[in-house]
């Protein structure tokens, strides 16, 4: 599978640290010597390429920029037309004022930025996921466990398939995936960031993340 990264920030670089054994990597962004530089770094055959052509070659999407770009990357990246059909991985939060101490959510005409997203590209099937953790989870090794249990990432999507596609990736990565719902509950997810957000800003242990305990699934041997 082809997985393309429109962002090299950390987050990018966890995530694809975890798949570059098991899948081709583009990197991809509006600096092309930094996505170049993410690929070097990544290694095992990862790549660097424009957006629109990273899109276009992609059979998954993560966009990994700010916030406040993730809508705008659809236009710098081919358009919606070039998103047609590929399960496009939204792992952002839409928490503008946090540097100035303010951790409500944005929202845009009401939607959440993953539902944006979606409306910005319609035909892309749009997910949900990877944004309640710091990179630094992301990029423990796996299993990931929090308190002896294994991590659970909850996502959310209205495409059955792309979520059965990002939870294989979720596995990947040492996590176990725990659908909400449709994409509609994606404002929940931001909202529950928002509040790890406030408290990595506070001093918290980078690790800091909500857990889904189960008391019927057992502990990580």
């Known amino acids: ?36 530089a993410a690929a070097q770094q990544i290694g095992h055959g990862a790549t660097a390429s424009s957006q629109t052509d990273a899109v276009a070659a992609a059979d998954v999407v993560v966009i990994a ?10 236009a710098h990246s081919g ?7 590929k399960v ?34 319609p035909q892309a099937r749009v997910v949900k996921a990877f944004n309640l953790c710091q990179a630094n989870l992301w990029a423990a ?15 959310c ?7 059965q596609t990002v939870g294989r990736l979720i596995e990947a990565v ?5 659908d909400m719902g449709g994409l509609e509950y994606a404002h929940h997810l931001e909202a529950m960031a928002a509040l790890v957000i406030k408290l990595l800003f506070a001093g918290r242990d980078p690790m800091t993340c909500f857990q ?8 990580v041997a």
Do not use: C
């Open 88 to 121: 496009v991985v939204d792992i952002n939060n839409p928490v503008p004022g946090a540097y100035d101490g303010d951790f409500r959510v944005a929202t845009y005409d009401g939607k959440s930025l993953a539902e944006a997203l979606a409306a910005a590209a």
């Open 174 to 178: 040492g996590s176990r995936p725990a």
């Open 157 to 163: 999507g209205d495409d059955e398939p792309a979520k």
């Open 141 to 155: 090794p796996a299993p990931i466990t929090i308190d002896g249990r294994q991590h659970v990432t909850p996502i």
């Open 65 to 74: 920029t700010p916030h406040q770009a993730v809508v705008a990357s659809i």
């Open 1 to 36: 599978m082809t997985i393309a990264f429109i962002g090299y920030g950390n987050m990018a670089l966890a995530l694809a640290g975890k798949w570059a054994e098991q899948h081709d990597l583009i990197f991809s962004g509006r600096d092309p010597q930094k996505a170049a």
């Open 79 to 85: 358009g919606p037309a070039n998103f047609a059909g």
């Open 212 to 219: 889904l305990i189960e008391p019927e699934i057992k502990p």
